[in-house]
């Protein structure tokens, strides 16, 4: 955000946690407005779900998950480079 600056909007799929009050109060309180891709239409947000599905494919054949933030964060940096 400091170089590009605050989003105009934040875009998420259906799932619960993106739709629940909670969420919607604090995309308020922020100033932002809300976008949600179609049901069913994960080309909408293909990088992400690409990069998410890449990510717990490759955790699921080595057998072993992040056991902090810091290991997830590290696994995250290596993964993408």
């Known amino acids: 955000m400091e170089r590009f600056g605050r989003p105009a909007f934040v875009r998420t799929d259906n799932e619960a946690v993106f739709t629940s009050r909670r969420f919607r109060w604090v995309l308020i309180v922020l100033g932002l407005r809300h976008q949600l891709t179609q049901v069913a239409s ?15 494919g490759n955790w699921t054949l080595r057998g072993h998950l992040p056991r902090s933030w810091d290991e997830l964060e590290a696994e995250i940096r290596d993964f993408r480079t």
Not at 42 to 56: A, D, H, S, Y
Request: proline share 7%; hydrophobic share 35%.
């Open 42 to 56: 994960p080309w909408q947000n293909g990088r992400v779900e690409r990069f998410f599905g890449t990510l717990k």
